[in-house]
């Protein structure tokens, strides 16, 4: 079985693009928390790089940016490639099946709005509402 589940916060904002077949994908890297801290009292984190696909890949990069706080459910994959200088490396990508947005809406962080950040609807004021008669409803 291959199945991660993380918390944390992105360390930058998300990178999208496409596969040569049109397929969309978007990256970013987020910082986890562990729960202790060292031995000089400073807490340490985890650093996992993150791949999107597809819808979920549009919705990440519309709505993520740096310092949001996400739930990823996926799995890791092992992807092997060259760098410039032409040794081989190996690194690991947590492939994700589920993102759950936890930054709440107004955070105070002035990115509502932004390019790719949430911009919340205004809500309907009260005036607006119908009143309904509940010898209407059905239950």
């Given at each position: 079985?291959?199945?991660?589940?993380?918390?944390?916060?992105?360390?930058?904002?998300?990178?999208?693009?496409?596969?040569?077949?049109?397929?969309?994908?978007?990256?970013?890297?987020?910082?986890?928390?562990?729960?202790?801290?060292?031995?000089?009292?400073?807490?340490?984190?985890?650093?996992?790089?993150?791949?999107?696909?597809?819808?979920?890949?549009?919705?990440?990069?519309?709505?993520?940016?740096?310092?949001?706080?996400?739930?990823?459910?996926?799995?890791?994959?092992?992807?092997?490639?060259?760098?410039?200088?032409?040794?081989?490396?190996?690194?690991?990508?947590?492939?994700?099946?589920?993102?759950?947005?936890?930054?709440?809406?107004?955070?105070?962080?002035g990115r509502e709005g932004a390019q790719g950040g949430y911009m919340p609807e205004e809500p309907h004021p009260i005036s607006d509402m119908q009143p309904v008669d509940n010898d209407?409803?059905?239950?």
């Amino acid at each position: 079985m291959n199945k991660i589940i993380l918390i944390g916060n992105l360390t930058r904002d998300p990178e999208s693009g496409s596969t040569q077949g049109g397929v969309n994908f978007t990256r970013f890297n987020i910082a986890v928390n562990r729960p202790f801290t060292n031995s000089a009292g400073e807490r340490v984190a985890d650093y996992f790089d993150v791949i999107c696909w597809r819808q979920l890949a549009e919705r990440c990069a519309k709505y993520l940016f740096k310092g949001s706080k996400v739930g990823i459910n996926g799995s890791v994959q092992r992807r092997q490639y060259e760098d410039r200088d032409g040794i081989k490396r190996i690194s690991f990508d947590v492939v994700a099946d589920e993102v759950e947005f936890l930054t709440p809406r107004n955070n105070g962080t002035g990115r509502e709005g932004a390019q790719g950040g949430y911009m919340p609807e205004e809500p309907h004021p009260i005036s607006d509402m119908q009143p309904v008669d509940n010898d209407d409803l059905p239950f």
